[in-house]
């Protein structure tokens, strides 16, 4: 099977930085794009940052300038560097990731159960 644990949240002050690490775990054969989305309360989930397994970033308009996004695929890895956090930066952050294992023909979409980031003013 297949895990997806994000880490690295918490609380910072706004102007601060945090970084939160996400790795794919199991019986993988390939990753295709993998990316982070946050959830704050009462709003949908919605895309900060993927890339893809060649290295290209895609950013969400308002974490353009303030985060990167950047993976390890020797490790199975993908991370997030957020700078000049703000208050309206605090979520829920998920990892997600698109997989093929050794017993798929197609890739699947995975979730990681999410990590907390606040950002206090």
């Known amino acids: 099977q297949v895990q997806v644990v994000e880490s690295g949240g918490g609380l910072v002050q706004a102007g601060g930085s945090l970084r939160l690490s996400c790795t794919a775990s199991?019986?993988?054969?390939?990753?295709?794009?993998m990316g982070w989305y946050r959830q704050a309360p009462g709003e949908e989930r919605e895309l900060v940052a993927k890339?893809?397994?060649?290295?290209?970033?895609n950013y969400a308009d308002p974490v353009k300038g303030r985060f990167t996004i950047s993976r390890d695929n020797a490790k199975n890895m993908v991370y997030l560097q957020m700078n000049s956090l703000k208050p309206e930066d605090t979520a829920v952050y998920y990892c997600?990731?698109?997989?093929?294992?050794?017993?798929?023909?197609?890739?699947?979409?995975?979730w990681g159960q999410g990590t907390q980031v606040t950002v206090s003013s």
């Open positions: 890339i893809s397994s060649g290295g290209r970033p």
């Open positions: 997600n990731a698109d997989i093929k294992t050794h017993w798929s023909l197609i890739p699947y979409n995975y």
């Open positions: 199991g019986s993988i054969s390939s990753i295709n794009a």
